[in-house]
């Protein structure tokens, strides 16, 4: 079974857009059992596009084909689906109900555009799109030359809609259309160390794991997603191989491991709040509100967090987190002092179970010999007391934010179940 | 002329690797006048490779390739190579050269796979590769079917190694062999209104259009980017039309644009508010740092940023901004009174020229009929008083907290620029 993605879109060939569609949709459809072939990027042409259909129809079982939709782009899109499934448009009520009451629900009126975007061919299955105005469509077609039908499924290239169209209407639909090949992943989420360090621990087990059995290394800045994937006829079987060796995986390296899956940091620590009825809050410097974005992220959140106060001047920490200045002098901002300071205060001030304070220099400038850049020290405050830890790390602003925020949501999470089990 | 990339590697294919060497390349090649046709992304499979030698010979003038050597995957491309361009391989003398000397300045000694890196198929140019022991290769064919040469070069994928060997190698001998397209880009940044209402304000500009310019719609949660492009042989005259096009487009839609080319939101204000030496502060409800994460990422952001207050519960509000508990009673913390206490006590307290205030429902629950999830009020006080303003965005949590904050960014540049010219 072969399944390819085509991603149609100019800013995709000038460069202008980085094409994360095309990795997500390759690594869900890899999950799921109907790994992807060929990924081609083309320009919104219509002749291209026709050539793209044409090739794909010869070659490949299932088509997944992103942009060239939208109220601007519509037309042409539309108009070459029509050519290539010998069909015509045709007026979608439900698809136009939706639109009216997307707009509406905005306080916006219909445009002639939006009206268009209801029209489809009239041989596909609209998909709806919860999300936009440009619904998914589903086709199928004799294979040119092959003893299968093909489907072609063509998407907006927004990602959030894209995604949720993925989700719940196309990975379904395939299920029941194709058999998947019988493929089990399993995710372990590791936070504070490297993919070379990690390769450096698991060598041994990796070299001896089953010819059935894979490990990736997916890395991502503060965070190294290790992913076993397993193939195998009886499931039964595979599923306890998968268990034997994450089971083995783990007693090589628990101080690392956070989560396992589809989890954040951040829904974790939130969970582990929430279930024991604690709160925080934060003190931040450096990550300038990254910590309480990650944290306000996740829905919900207002049962755990109570607020912050980010600290980004040295006035902002002495008179608003009551910083003793004389320490500040004699330390610095970034210091275990300091920061030590910062978490008991909000703790106090804000009156919350636990408290996060972090002081460090995030680049590019503001390091010193002393205190180079990436320097940060994260302070946990909570019932049991307060305890710091200094961190060195890259030169890249962006990442030095994220890790340091990904670090203190760790922290934060092996304090409080450290105080649990003491 | 026909340009297309061809990226070999299993990884970008399950999604572990997000495809930046295409959208690099792309940008590169687009910006040197070879715009580029089409993307391909195919496995580490000899069969798959040859198949895609094959059509990109028939279709294209360059074919730029990345992947598949490396010290572990060397034979397999090579030998595909070999066979594509009926050669065989052969031993390189200045590569071995080089190898060792790579080598040997890590303190490390060549080994027999690394000895292997250093043979090429014998009828290609070699292209030294300064970053890593697998050099990149230049190979002309008389295209199949076609009355001119096409130009292969592989490479391998490792970006940096990559982009050294393009910049520096692969672009000189291209503008030797071929005459690159005369193109200009021109990007204008636009918030706080949707791409269909956007295309209603332009649709007579757009129309109007000389045939050799061309607008495209690159929209993203809360921005929407609008690129022309240009294409003509006298640049003199291409870039007087692009000029006079982007000026009538911005007296089309004063309101929404707030910067040009690569600049981002939070850039913009940063420059404005460093160059007239005033400071910012926020306090944030809904938003939950994430205002504060924005203007933070921009590095130096301390000469304007001083700190926030994170009020994520209405006990923060009273206790820590100093909103009236009775007005908190009254009206909801989602309001046009709380969000004007917010901004001037939050302005007031940490002292700074100009304050922002968020609060709004980012859902997806909290929602009520008065005041549906998406609900936002803003407020931005100044040395000219206070004003607040109401949106209305969707039910999309993480959406919903982008939109905010650029719709708040967007405000206060609006209020600044309009307290300079009063």
Redesign the interface.
């Known amino acids: 079974m072969q399944t390819e993605i085509i991603n149609i879109g100019?800013?995709?060939?000038?460069?202008?857009?980085?094409?994360?569609n095309?990795?997500?949709?390759?690594?869900?459809m890899?999950l799921a059992g109907f790994?992807?072939?060929?990924?081609?990027?083309?320009?919104d042409d219509p002749q291209?596009i026709m050539e793209a259909l044409n090739l794909a129809g010869r070659q490949s079982d299932i088509i997944l084909i992103t942009g060239g939709l939208?109220?601007?782009k519509d037309d042409l899109t539309k108009d070459v689906l029509c050519r290539f499934f010998n069909t015509k448009l045709v007026f979608h009520e439900d698809t136009f109900r939706f639109i009216e009451q997307f707009f509406s629900?905005?306080?916006l009126k219909v445009?002639e555009?939006?009206r268009k975007q209801a029209e489809v061919p009239k041989n596909c299955t609209v998909l709806p799109n919860p999300?936009g105005?440009a619904p998914g469509m589903w086709f199928e077609k004799a294979g040119e030359g092959r003893n299968r039908k093909s489907v072609f499924v063509s998407m907006p290239g927004?990602p959030?809609e894209m995604k949720a169209l993925v989700t719940h209407e196309v990975l379904p639909r395939l299920k029941a259309c194709f058999l998947p090949l019988n493929v089990l992943h399993h995710t372990i989420l590791t936070q504070g160390i490297g993919e070379s360090f990690l390769s450096d621990k698991l060598e041994d087990w990796e070299t001896r794991l089953p010819e059935n059995l894979h490990l990736?290394y997916?890395p991502q800045p503060g965070i190294v997603r290790l992913r076993i994937t397993g193939q195998g006829d009886d499931e039964f079987l595979l599923r306890k191989q998968m268990e034997e060796e994450t089971a083995k995986l783990k007693t090589l390296i628990p101080d690392y491991i956070f989560g396992e899956g589809d989890e954040t940091l951040e829904a974790v620590v939130g969970s582990l709040l929430k279930e024991k009825g604690f709160t925080v809050t934060?003190a931040?410097s450096c990550?300038?509100?990254?910590?309480?974005?990650l944290?306000?992220?996740i829905?919900?959140?207002?049962a755990w967090?109570?607020?912050?106060?980010?600290?980004?001047?040295n006035?902002?920490k002495t008179k608003?987190l009551g910083v003793n200045e004389t320490l500040l002098m004699a330390h610095g901002a970034v210091s275990e002092e300091v920061v030590k300071e910062m978490a008991v205060n909000i703790r106090g001030?804000?009156?919350s179970s636990y408290s996060i304070a972090i002081s460090g220099i995030a680049?590019?400038?503001g390091g010193t010999e002393e205190k180079p850049v990436g320097t940060v020290w994260i302070a946990i405050a909570g019932p049991t007391g307060v305890r710091a830890h200094k961190y060195l790390f890259g030169d890249n602003?962006?990442r030095n934010?994220r890790r340091s925020a990904l670090q203190a949501l760790n922290l934060l999470r092996k304090t409080i179940l450290s105080d649990l089990s003491s």
Chains 1, 2 share one sequence.
Do not use: C
């Open positions: 100019d800013e995709l060939l000038i460069g202008q857009v980085v094409n994360t095309a990795a997500w949709m390759a690594e869900q890899s790994p992807v072939h060929r990924i081609s990027v083309i320009p291209q939208g109220p601007t629900s905005r306080g445009t555009i939006n999300n105005t927004v959030f990736a997916l934060t931040e990550t300038g509100g990254y910590i309480a974005h944290i306000t992220s829905p919900g959140s207002s967090y109570k607020g912050s106060v980010i600290a980004y001047s006035e902002i608003q001030k804000f009156d680049g590019p400038d602003r962006e934010i």
